[in-house]
């Protein structure tokens, strides 16, 4: 994930204090925490951080970081840590859901059409679009089985508008129903490896 706005982290350093606000640099997918004392973090391995970033929202997440002294003479903190975020916990949105796109064709059952071929456009955790060559109806419901982060999950969503492309393909947006247990994590999970590339 690159970060577009973030200069500021919660660090969690135990279960009995408060996070630790720390100043942050984003330089694409390189990440450095500013840290005025080497004692901040305690233990860099698997450590409990917060990104907050302006247009994504709060990034929470598990990181490791290689701590190292500061010898540029601009910064003002002594100590610094390189951070490689290991597993996304959750992204909380301020004005909407991340999406990320997917360009995939599988086949969907419809409850009133039955099986369809269709190809998804993108995924948030709340839903996703999808485009097909058959006319489906507002309010129909759809079923698939996707995977995320190698584990596969049957979904359920319910079409909430429709695109009209005027040759012969309609477009869906499609609102989740009674996500199975992982599921929203995992589908955070995978946009978030999707955004790095690291997606298999």
Do not use: H
């Not at 391995?45 to 990104?51: A, G, H, M, S, T």
């Not at 247009?55 to 997440?61: A, E």
């Not at 998804?120 to 109806?137: A, C, E, H, M, W």
């Amino acid at each position: 994930m690159v970060f577009n706005n973030c200069t500021i982290c919660s660090v969690y350093t135990s279960d009995n204090e408060a996070p630790k606000r720390i100043r942050v640099k984003c330089n694409g997918n390189q990440i450095t925490l500013y840290l005025k004392r080497e004692s901040e973090i305690p233990d860099p391995e698997r450590v409990r951080i917060d990104f907050y970033d302006g247009q994504i929202g709060c990034v929470r997440t598990y990181c490791d970081l290689l701590l190292g002294r500061n010898y540029d003479s601009a910064v003002k903190e002594p100590w610094t840590a390189d951070c490689e975020i290991l597993e996304v916990i959750e992204i909380a949105q301020g004005r909407r859901n991340l999406r990320t796109k997917v360009d995939k064709e599988i086949m969907f059952t419809s409850f009133r059409q039955g099986e369809i071929c269709g190809e998804i456009q993108n995924f948030s955790v709340d839903g996703l679009y999808f485009i097909t060559r058959t006319r489906l109806k507002y309010d129909d419901t759809i079923e698939f089985v996707y995977s995320f982060i190698e584990k596969e999950y049957e979904l359920k969503a319910v079409i909430l508008r429709e695109e009209d492309f005027r040759d012969g393909r309609y477009g869906y947006g499609c609102q989740f129903m009674e996500l199975p247990k992982g599921a929203g994590r995992d589908i955070q999970q995978y946009i978030f490896r999707q955004q790095q590339g690291r997606v298999w």
